[in-house]
């Protein structure tokens, strides 16, 4: 079970990844809402991502910003602000493959991946959206994606071997 994240304590920043209108057609009128997706982090390696929605954009961003919150992750980086190893993220129809990069590449990635890899302080990774463009998809894709990523260094501590046996 994963470890409960306070987000009171934390300075999260917000980036709205996608706001769109919906239309919901019924008999006596059409019911226009919005939905928001939004990425919240602190850029230290917290991410979290949410849906909003409501009659009115500012409302649909404030749930969105808060059901973030409330599903808050931490991502371990190495040294150069990477992750430690290639890893795949699936979510419906949506396939993202993250890379890790040197020091100096920069957040090689698609603008949903790429707010994902800015809020959670990753500053260089390639990335790789396959199959689906829903922005709402890829963005948990690749939450999920980072979800994967082990700490081998933790790994060969956890199994009682040193840590060239593992990678």
Do not use: W
């Not at 987000?7 to 009128?29: A, D, F, I, Q, S």
């Not at 982090?41 to 409330?70: P, S, T, Y």
């Not at 890829?138 to 040193?162: C, D, H, M, Q």
């Amino acid at each position: 079970m994963k470890k409960k994240i306070d987000h009171t304590v934390l300075e999260l920043k917000e980036k709205v990844v996608e706001n769109k209108p919906v239309t919901k057609v019924t008999k006596g009128e059409n019911k226009r809402t919005f939905a928001a997706v939004v990425v919240v982090g602190d850029g230290n390696g917290h991410v979290g991502v949410g849906l909003g929605k409501a009659r009115e954009v500012q409302e649909a961003i404030r749930k969105g910003r808060e059901d973030a919150a409330k599903h808050l992750i931490y991502i371990e980086r190495d040294q150069n602000d990477s992750i430690f190893h290639e890893t795949v993220g699936r979510f419906g129809a949506a396939s993202v493959m993250l890379k890790p990069a040197g020091e100096g590449t920069g957040v090689i990635a698609g603008g949903a991946m790429r707010d994902v890899m800015e809020m959670a302080g990753i500053r260089n990774i390639v990335c790789k959206s396959l199959g689906s463009a829903n922005k709402r998809n890829v963005v948990n894709a690749t939450l999920e994606g980072l979800e994967n990523i082990k700490n081998p260094a933790k790994t060969a501590s956890l199994r009682g071997k040193k840590i060239e046996e593992v990678s």
